[in-house]
């Protein structure tokens, strides 16, 4: 089961838990685990039922062009983190 | 999408392609050594007219009237606009590529609704049949202002009792909207480890605060527009941009149209550096031509440019760092507050992201606030938000070194990032070159070199930026004189079609004189993100491959069904097609380019990427510097700038970058500063007073290039366009520290600040 | 309209006739009226060398330079350094020496380094770098614009 890595600000939604084991072979349904378990979490992460454009999704490191639909797998690492370009 | 065939941390130098590495000349240079070249401000067309915007002489001010009629009534004018004549956009966001930003933000920037937030803030604008009878026209306009106190440092705008700028924001914290209206538009934290058991274990603690100045990207050529709002309502726009996509969105979302009703042609553009990102004036002329009937063009002055576009957030920064005797790292706290300007969106999450990205450190805590301030919007500049970070984080870590009696190199060799570090904001770095970059400065023998002489020093720095990947679209065709032409979507700013065609023709087997690039319009191509980010020899390079290699298999295909084969009957070798089986029969790529007409149809190939496997950049410097002591005045002696480029495509483009970078990162580690007085306004707004340097103000600019492979390129190429800027002004104060003895905590550091830098350690009273 | 002033003079070796305002500079006419826009404004206050031009011998920033001055006058703006179809020893040692990136300060570049080697032919680094201290540029560092002047210089000697 993949890992989601809970940013420090936010663990108060998680009962302090840091990361979280969750079902799922998306990151979208990963997180729909999550909110299952602990509510509040998509609010933090979505809007108008996509990911927030300041978020982006992680997933062992490299950062996934399509969020949402990133496969994950088993040993999966998925951080949320702040989406950048650059000048 | 990618092939991956690079072994980890595997140097590629020696690595020989038969295109990519080598030095071809860039395919536009012609056009730019003879003048022909056409730049935004050379665009001309029948019935012309010429724009000129109104600006705010105030910092902060509530607009009390906007009176037009006397500038409507001037011969020569044929439209005036003001904020109103915009569509009003209400409370929508948008999501230009830059994160989500209120629409009204964006719109009130380019042309102030009720309030000015900046001096150099547009108010209205005018077309004339000259350039000469707009500038007339604007003293017409009368504008009353209630003036409000200015705020223009985030340490002041952060006060509880500070002038709000917007009554309406609402402060974001930790990804969540709260109550709090502040400046202060967003609050976020980054936590790994324990930090008070990290200190707690440290044997040496290091806590510093920091300033750095508001600076600009300082393009040489300023921002211009050309605009024709057509009688069938569609609307055609020609710039310098780095972003044709992003002027296409954001004008057609501003003038409420829809993105197919907007064409944006991007001409060659002078330089951008993230500062030409952003939209200013393309809606404006866009409403003025409606409103004239007439194309009309837009070209901001040098003033204009310095005091009402996007310079990048000057900032107050905190550093603590806790580390073993033996210089072992264990904590690190950041403190980060940086001055966005007029509305939200300061540099300061890659600020915090990259503040500490050098060191493997198990206890982390970082802290950022977006600040609102009455100086310009603030935009991207190089490594945005990097550079401020690493002048307070280098400079400690260059303290601590000292402290403890250890080679700074060794120091951070000890400490150094590596694959699999894990970032304080979560994830594990991929492959980076951070070890190597260290590792080449420690070898390098300017580090070893003797530097004799009083008052002489020498300094070193790291500095990283992230990179990025986004979207880029290329189309290839293939002539029957057996050369292609490549259309891509990405401006190029300093030699990126050549290195974009070098990679085609890597796949192809040709030279890379047989490819024609051209960047064409919106229209033309499939979305292309920013030139910006480090991005397009990395992204538009892999659509390039990609595309290349759709035309191989397609005149593969081609090459079977002329010998009568099937496909794989038919192997591609360097630029020739050969039949497999064992006879003699081949073709070049020339000759089957040839008959391509006859056999079939034409062969295009087609390829959009976003590829996920951006390659992150290290960079570093040493720099030896002699200080005047009678006059503070800082000369550079000798400067070595050292970059992990992967795979450098082209290296002297690559070298170019380096070196520019440098000295850009120069320029605002020892001159550059917005000078604002009390009432905000900039005092220092021409070429001469906002002092960048010269060619007399430097050496050579030394290159080494260090090419750790990125696994997420066919060819290991990472962006090379902006780490570079990021070292320079920690590495120049470590220098100045060496030759003098003082610690400088403040940029810019002018001669003013060196000197009372010395006559404090002498213990002058005054 | 304003009244217009007729100008007589000679760009590129061309005897050219024009109309101006008074109020306009020589880089607003080159630009605007005789599309000579291979000329640049970078500042319009003649701190960035964008719109170097060479003014009967000397370097001059068109900018500064009211259009009517130019009656009777020899200019060359970087449309007149290529020889016919023949690029200059300076301009085939920019594009070699990768000595632009963006390309929009290079004119003026070109244009001043001309003045230079035609009155020395083998300046140091020194003089090349205060001959070219009011020129701007944001990309390269200035590096390899030197090294692409010195080497054109080079290139000069050999040729004759």
Known sequence: MPIVFIPAAMKELTAGAAEIRVGGSTVREAVAELEAAYPGIRDWLFEDNRLKPNIAVAVDGVVSPIGLLQHVDENSEVHFVAAISGG | MSEQSYEPNMVLSTKEFDVVGKRPLRHDGVDKVTGRAIYGADVSMAGLMHGAVLRSPHAHARIKSIDTSKAEAHPEVR??????????????AVDLGEGLTRLSYIRNNVLALDKVLYRGHAVAAVAAASLHDALEALKLIEVEYDLLPPVLTAPDAMKEDAP???????????????????????????????????????????????????????????????????????????????????????????????VSQVRVTP???????????????????????????????????????????????????????????????????????????????????????????????????????????????TAAYRAPGATNAAFATESVVNEIAEKLGIDPLDLRLKNASKEGTRRADGPKFPRIGCLEVIEAMKNHPHYSAPLEGPNRGRGVAVGFWFNAGLPSACNIAVNPDGTITLVEGSPDIGGTRTSVAMQAAEVLGLPAEKVSPSVVDTDSVGFTAVTGGSRVTFSTGLAAIEAARDVREQMIQRAA?????????????????????????????????????????????????????????????????????????????????????????????????????????????????????????????????????????????????????????????????????????????????????????????????????????????? | MPRRVHVQTTINGEEIDFLCEARQSLLEVLRDVLGLTGTKEGCNDGNCGACTVIFDGRIVTACLVLAVEAEGKQITTVEGIAVGRELHSIQQCFLEGAALQCGICTPGFIVAAKALLDQDNNPSEDKIRLWLANNLCRCTGYDKIVRSVQAAAERMQEVR
């Open chain 2, 79 to 92: 439209a005036v606009v003001t904020s109103t004549d915009f569509v009003d956009p209400g409370d929508k």
């Open chain 2, 164 to 258: 709000l700028l917007h009554e309406n924001l609402r402060m974001t914290e930790f990804g969540r909207p709260t109550d709090k209206v502040s400046n202060v538009s967003d609050h976020f934290r980054h936590e790994k480890g324990d930090i008070e058991q990290g200190f707690a274990e440290a044997d040496l603690i290091v806590e510093r605060e920091f300033d750095t100045s508001t600076v600009h990207q300082g393009y040489i050529e300023p921002h211009n527009t050309t605009a024709l709002w057509n009688n069938d309502d569609r609307i055609h726009i020609w710039t310098s941009t780095q972003g044709p996509f992003t002027i296409r969105d954001t004008t057609a979302a501003i003038l409420d149209k829809p």
């Open chain 2, 267 to 377: 001409t060659e553009i002078g330089g951008g550096f993230g500062g030409k990102i952003p939209v200013y004036i393309d809606p404006v002329a866009a409403l003025l031509s409606n409103k004239s009937g007439h194309p009309v063009k837009i070209v901001m002055s040098r003033a204009e440019v310095l005091e009402g576009t996007g310079p990048t957030p000057g900032s107050h920064l905190k550093i603590k760092m806790g580390v073993k005797s033996d210089g072992t790292m264990m904590a690190a706290q950041a403190w980060l507050a940086y001055e966005a300007g007029a509305y939200p969106g300061a540099m300061v999450v890659p600020g915090g992201m990259c503040v500490f990205a050098a060191y493997d450190i198990p206890n982390v805590t970082i802290d950022g606030y977006d600040v609102v301030v009455n100086k310009p919007s």
């Open chain 2, 561 to 766: 069904k002329i010998w009568g084969v099937e496909s794989d009957g038919v192997e591609f070798r360097k630029g020739v097609f050969h039949l497999k089986n064992g006879t003699e029969n081949r073709m070049t790529f020339s000759e089957l380019a040839a008959q391509i007409a006859t056999t079939g149809d034409p062969i295009v190939g087609r390829a959009g990427v976003n590829p996920p496997g951006v390659g992150g950049s290290f960079s570093g410097n040493i720099v030896d510097v002699e200080v005047d002591p009678e006059t503070g005045k800082v000369t550079i002696l000798r400067f070595t700038a050292f970059q992990d480029a992967g795979k450098a495509i082209h290296p002297s483009y690559v070298e170019g970058q380096m070196q520019g970078g440098s000295v850009q990162g120069i320029g605002w580690a020892l001159n550059e500063e917005y000078f604002m007085n009390a009432e905000g306004k900039m005092m220092n707004s021409s070429l001469l007073d906002y002092r960048m340097p010269t060619s007399l103000d430097l050496p050579m600019i030394d290159t080494v290039i260090i090419e750790v492979a990125n696994p997420g390129h066919p060819f290991g190429a990472r962006g090379v366009g902006e780490a570079n800027i990021v070292p320079p002004p920690a590495a120049l104060a470590n220098a100045i520290n060496n030759a003098v003895g003082v610690a400088m905590n403040r940029l810019p550091m002018n001669p003013v600040a060196v000197m009372g830098a010395i006559w404090e350690k002498n213990g002058a009273t005054d």
